[in-house]
């Protein structure tokens, strides 16, 4: 899992009050926090079922699980796991309560990742002129290579193309286009 961490550009952290029961959780937290820091990886913290202050300050069952399992580890993994919890819970994100429709939630979260993969397209292709496709070859950095990639801001190229076209021009152009 830690392998699929470091090769993806978005990550999503769902706490719940049970979530540091798991020393797993929070090492899998603390390695997505790294991949932040290194602006290798955006995050996006999903408060399911549990209140943001208990995450912050761990509170409630929350922070009484976490409690229960610091006393089974080291002070430094210790302090790494308070310093991501911090760090991602303080993130924007999104907030489901007991009384919130899980099937409208999922909607949002899915508008909220697809706008972050959108933003992440966009500054990829910033990277990546369109004069010179070629440059951008080899692949999408930390996508899986079994999987086509997403078109995740074609809009930008779009535009781009049109301004080359110059459709508002008088005169007329034979263009050849190659590749997808």
């Known amino acids: 899992l830690f ?15 049970l979530y540091t029961e798991s020393n797993w959780c929070l090492d899998e ?22 209140e943001t202050d208990d995450v912050k300050n761990l509170g409630g069952v929350f922070g009484e699980k976490f409690r229960e399992l610091a006393k089974t580890c080291e002070g430094v993994k210790l302090d790494k796991w308070i310093e991501a919890l911090e760090a991602v819970s303080n993130k924007q994100g999104f907030v489901l309560s007991e009384m919130s ?42 996508a899986a290579p ?12 779009l535009k781009q193309l049109e301004e080359k076209l110059d459709f508002d021009g008088n005169r007329t152009l034979t263009i050849g286009v190659v590749g997808m």
Not at 3 to 17: K, P, V
Not at 102 to 124: A, F, N, P, Q, R
């Open 146 to 157: 079994d999987l086509p990639s997403p078109l995740f801001g074609i809009e930008t190229r």
């Open 101 to 142: 429709d899980e099937g409208e939630y999922v909607t949002e979260i899915v508008g909220g990742v697809m706008k972050v993969l959108s933003d992440i397209s966009i500054d990829m292709e910033r990277k990546v002129p369109i004069d010179d496709p070629s440059a951008g070859e080899g692949g999408t950095p930390g």
């Open 29 to 50: 937290l603390e390695k997505i926090k790294e991949r932040v820091d290194l602006g290798k990886l955006v995050v996006i913290p999903i408060f399911y079922k549990v």
């Open 3 to 17: 392998s699929r961490i470091e090769q993806s550009r978005i990550a999503l952290a769902i706490f719940s009050s």
